[in-house]
């Protein structure tokens, strides 16, 4: 056999070791995919579960290491929501105040009413006083009548009384004000909202709403007084 003979020989030995060795590896890659789960993806004993939690592998099961939350797929772009009424605009007051008022949070347009009664609920009641430390009825009443509705008002209940024009109950409206006979004569007062419902800075409670209807105040009320802008 001559030399050429033999170096082709030697070639075609050589790349036949070399197909061998390459399918003997995919081999394996085949058969260590079908063993384990297809949904883990193996990398150095650490499995990376679809449901986006990292675990270690250990001999006699899987053990979990930490949790991370995959990071979720989502678009950037806010959807826009059609609605007739424009309700997702409403502030969070309107919703607090509607469900309090027991009233559509559509029928609650005056934000600065609101956010004047929010600033001062919860103040503690106090005869005299004007400030956050301690309000009475109708220091309460003048304040919001005009830092709301920019309507000046005497300072007293019974002065209050006196400079409005006294409606009855079914006519009341928002921004009407509610006197209160609770230790003889006009010695309460608080300035409606709607459905029945009132703020005033009550001697037990400090600022709150409450109803005409409750059985206190529906036995103590005496008239609405509504204030016109002069």
Same mark, same amino acid.
């Given at each position: 056999?001559?030399?050429?003979?033999?170096?082709?020989?030697?070639?075609?030995?050589?790349?036949?070791?070399?197909? /061998?060795?390459?399918? %003997?590896?995919?081999?394996? $890659?085949? @058969?260590? #995919?079908?063993? *384990?789960?297809? &949904?883990?993806?193996?990398?150095?004993?650490?499995?990376?579960?679809?449901?986006?939690?990292?675990?270690?592998?250990?001999?006699?099961?899987?053990?979990?290491?930490?949790?991370?939350?995959?990071? /979720?797929?989502?678009? %950037?772009?806010?959807?826009? $929501?059609? @609605?007739? #009424?424009?309700? *997702?605009?409403? &502030?969070?007051?309107?919703?607090?105040?509607?469900?309090?008022?027991?009233?559509?949070?559509?029928?609650?347009?005056?934000?600065?009413?609101?956010?004047?009664?929010?600033?001062?609920?919860?103040?503690?009641?106090?005869?005299?006083?004007?400030?956050?430390?301690?309000?009475?009825?109708?220091?309460?009443?003048?304040?919001?009548?005009?830092?709301?509705?920019?309507?000046?008002?005497?300072?007293?209940?019974?002065?209050?009384?006196?400079?409005?024009?006294?409606?009855?109950?079914?006519?009341?409206?928002?921004?009407?004000?509610?006197?209160?006979?609770?230790?003889?004569g006009v010695s309460h007062v608080g300035l409606y909202l709607?459905?029945?419902?009132?703020?005033?800075?009550?001697?037990?409670?400090?600022?709150t709403v409450s109803n005409l209807n409750d059985a206190y105040?529906?036995?103590?009320?005496?008239?609405?007084?509504?204030?016109?802008?002069?």
């Open positions: 056999m001559n030399k050429l003979t033999v170096m082709c020989c030697s070639v075609l030995l050589a790349f036949s070791i070399q197909i /061998a060795n390459a399918q %003997t590896s995919v081999n394996k $890659i085949s @058969t260590f #995919s079908n063993d *384990e789960t297809s &949904s883990h993806n193996f990398i150095d004993r650490i499995s990376f579960m679809p449901d986006g939690i990292l675990r270690t592998t250990e001999s006699g099961g899987t053990k979990s290491n930490k949790i991370e939350e995959a990071p /979720a797929v989502t678009n %950037t772009e806010t959807p826009e $929501i059609e @609605t007739s #009424s424009g309700i *997702e605009k409403l &502030s969070g007051l309107q919703f607090k105040y509607a469900m309090m008022l027991n009233v559509d949070v559509e029928s609650l347009k005056n934000i600065s009413l609101l956010g004047f009664i929010e600033n001062w609920f919860g103040t503690r009641y106090r005869l005299g006083g004007t400030t956050k430390k301690g309000i009475d009825c109708s220091a309460l009443t003048g304040g919001l009548l005009l830092a709301v509705y920019g309507l000046a008002l005497p300072r007293t209940a019974k002065e209050q009384y006196d400079a409005t024009d006294h409606i009855e109950k079914e006519d009341l409206k928002e921004g009407d004000l509610v006197f209160f006979n609770t230790h003889g709607e459905n029945n419902y009132f703020v005033h800075a009550s001697s037990s409670q400090g600022v105040y529906s036995k103590r009320f005496i008239c609405g007084g509504r204030v016109e802008d002069k």
